[in-house]
């Protein structure tokens, strides 16, 4: 096999993969993922030992038991999450979407506040 010199710093998709619209909360569902163990964790962090670098993914996170809502918002079973893995392979962080589209709306809670959510990205830098 022939390697070929590349250097990355960052590889990024912030938007989700496998498009963004849904029509509503049951389009989705489908495509949820588990932090860390989905598709899309997985390839992140095989992609980032292979090419030495930090890669961020968007993905359709399903929520925890303990997040689910209240009966009057159950179709919110997600959250519009991006995920960070280090040059090892290793996980560096998450992030969830704040400001939601009216498309989210259907299906996405809102995520917390960016800098605790990259508060562990930025400890991990040089």
């Not at 925890?64 to 997600?78: A, N, W």
Request: charge should be neutral; include cysteine.
């Amino acid at each position: 096999m022939v390697r070929h010199a590349i250097s990355l710093q960052r590889l990024k998709w912030l938007k989700l993969a496998l498009g963004y619209v849904f029509s509503d909360y049951n389009a989705i569902l489908p495509y949820l993922e588990t932090p860390r163990t989905g598709p899309t964790s997985l390839f992140c962090s095989d992609l980032a030992k292979k090419l030495e670098c930090h890669v961020v993914a968007g993905y359709p996170e399903k929520l925890v038991v303990q997040e689910e809502s209240h009966p009057e918002q159950s179709h919110l079973v997600g959250a519009n999450s991006s995920v960070i893995y280090g040059p090892q392979g290793q996980w560096v962080g998450g992030y969830r979407k704040t400001n939601l589209f009216e498309t989210d709306m259907t299906w996405a809670i809102p995520g917390m506040s960016l800098a605790l959510s990259f508060y562990y990205w930025t400890l991990t830098q040089k």
